[in-house]
């Protein structure tokens, strides 16, 4: 109840809060006064199927629970903490945290090739890793190739200090974070050197067929037309892909087009592709990165529609 409750019932104020409610709580017993109160009330058992289950019940996490409420989606958080992505080397289980997520990780599961596409927060890049480190210890596939544009650099890597990897780091660090947690620092240096994980830019993918691998293209909405069709022509047998990116967020020159926008529209419906879009409902981060994804996706509208006009 404690958990549910929150420190001096602070859950239960932000409830209350969000829903215009009267609460009383006595004892064991919570009550709720209010137009909304079996909304509330759905909230609230949704808290205590996450407090069962062992699950943090962060102020991010809350406010999705009261999101899906209102859409009448309560039980679909029970849904949600079935089944675990990987486990760390530290042995936390990885889990889905929002419906979106669910439908991601499953798609990636089922699928040849994945466009995982959505704001920045929501779990897109960190889940396809988990997925590929998955499929590693499970010996579905044989290594791990992440690649991504590198568009700050024009591509041209060679103007920068230190060999490939040094030059690529900066551009996939957000990956090496996620191998490194959920391998292990030693298990992680022994696989990259061995091969096992293989690290570069997209500009160097091309004329190799990759094969019994699990492919992460990172930030694809830097990828241009021609670079997402020759990344998605290397597949080889036994291999898996995952292409993530956020479309409001493409850093091409003007007049470039993103790759990512054209496949997502050109692909979508091929059989063994499945295009996943995440909103600002699966952003897992602080709460105020919600808010300010929702500023920019507002403002971007706004702007659309003056286009049109």
Do not use: W
């Not at 997925?131 to 791990?144: N, P, R, S």
């Not at 020159?253 to 529209?265: F, M």
């Amino acid at each position: 109840m404690q958990r549910v409750l929150g420190v001096f019932d602070e859950n239960l104020q932000t409830i209350s809060r969000e829903l215009a409610l009267f609460p009383r709580v006595d004892g064991t017993v919570i009550a709720l006064e209010g137009e909304n109160a079996e909304i509330g009330a759905e909230v609230i058992r949704s808290l205590l199927a996450l407090a069962d289950a062992g699950e943090n019940i962060d102020k991010s996490r809350l406010l999705y629970c009261v999101e899906l409420a209102r859409e009448g989606r309560a039980s679909d958080i029970e849904g949600i903490m079935k089944g675990v992505v990987a486990v760390t080397s530290r042995g936390k289980q990885i889990k889905c945290k929002t419906v979106g997520q669910k439908e991601y990780v499953s798609a990636v599961k089922n699928n040849t090739i994945t466009f995982g596409v959505g704001p920045a927060g929501t779990g897109k890049t960190y889940l396809a890793v988990c997925l590929a480190v998955a499929a590693y210890k499970g010996k579905q596939v044989e290594k791990i190739i992440l690649t991504r544009p590198a568009v700050e650099a024009g591509e041209k890597l060679g103007f920068l200090p230190g060999d490939l990897q040094t030059k690529v780091d900066p551009y996939l660090r957000p990956l090496y974070d996620a191998l490194q947690d959920l391998f292990g620092a030693e298990t992680y240096a022994k696989l990259m050197e061995k091969g096992v994980i293989e690290v570069a830019p997209l500009a160097y993918m091309r004329g190799r067929t990759l094969s019994g691998a699990f492919v992460i293209l990172d930030e694809a909405q830097n990828a241009t037309r021609e670079q997402m069709k020759m990344f998605l022509t290397r597949l080889g047998e036994g291999s898996k892909m995952v292409v993530t990116g956020d479309l409001t967020q493409t850093d091409l020159p003007d007049g470039k087009t993103s790759g990512l926008k054209q496949a997502v529209t050109l692909l979508k419906g091929v059989e063994d592709i499945a295009v996943c879009t995440l909103s600002d409902k699966d952003v897992v981060r602080h709460p105020l990165v919600t808010r300010i994804v929702r500023a920019y996706e507002k403002d971007a509208a706004k702007k659309s529609k003056g286009e049109r006009k």
